[in-house]
């Protein structure tokens, strides 16, 4: 793994009128890492995610992304990064070839690269036979590697997942991480939040926020070793018992 940082914060807070919905985060990540961001609901790691994504602007505390500055330059964050959300990725009335090449084109892929660099996804996910299947039809877990292979086609420095796996059994949550892992051997670094404690202990390094701040920030073994914990998921669940905000 590259020891580049890729993102970097300081300080970095949001406020809702008197609520402080995230409070004065500070952390790095690395070139090629996968970085898992978890919290409970109402912990703030959606309101953190989309700041760092150039969505919404902080109240206070600053940044880099990809290298550009959280504060002022949200554009050139958007087209060096990837998203892929459990609630919106792809368009469900428009066929699997269509997908890729619209949001080729939305994330700036030159025109001359599209068709040949649709082919070789398309044989790569094992999707030739499905070209011209609409969205729709297709199986859960085809959509979530398809939706995820279309946030990286144009190879962006980073990927932010949001809790990208939410309702895919279990055998395509293990194929979907191959290409998690697959993206970053290639140093693409994976962003991800998950509600899956399982997948916390795929990610290189972990972030546990609780009413806002980041209460734990490790390894998934060395966080376990801290808490005395078997599990990632009794780690997270002794930090949110302390979570004194819901949703």
């Known amino acids: 793994m590259n020891t580049s940082t890729v993102i970097k914060i300081q300080e970095l807070t949001k406020q809702f009128g008197s609520f402080t919905a995230v409070d004065h985060i500070s952390f790095d990540v690395k070139k090629g890492e996968i970085f898992g961001f978890l919290g409970a609901n109402g912990a703030g790691k959606t309101t953190a995610m989309r700041m760092l994504c150039g969505l919404s602007k902080p109240t206070s505390g600053n940044g880099t992304v ?73 199986p859960l877990g085809w959509k979530q590697k398809l939706a995820f292979s279309v946030s990286i086609f144009h190879e962006p420095k980073i990927v932010f997942l949001d809790e ?63 808490f005395n914990a078997k599990s990632m998921e009794d780690v997270f669940f002794r930090l949110a018992r302390k979570a004194k905000r819901g949703e």
């Open 164 to 226: 990208p796996t939410g309702g895919v059994d279990p055998a395509t949550r293990r194929q979907f991480w191959e290409l998690i892992y697959q993206a970053a051997d290639r140093g693409i670094t994976i962003f991800v939040t998950t509600h899956y404690m399982d997948e916390a202990e795929y990610c290189n390094r972990v972030s546990i926020m609780v009413d806002g701040k980041i209460e734990a920030l490790d390894s998934p073994t060395q966080l376990k070793q801290q």
């Open 66 to 138: 990809a290298g550009f500055d959280i504060n002022l330059q949200s554009e050139q964050i958007k087209q060096n990064i990837g998203y892929m959300s459990q609630k919106f990725s792809l368009y469900e009335d428009l066929k699997v070839w269509e997908n890729i090449r619209l949001f080729a084109g939305i994330y700036g892929v030159k025109e001359n690269i599209i068709a040949p660099k649709t082919e070789e996804l398309l044989n790569q996910l094992g999707f030739v036979n499905e070209k011209n299947t609409l969205v729709k039809h297709l």
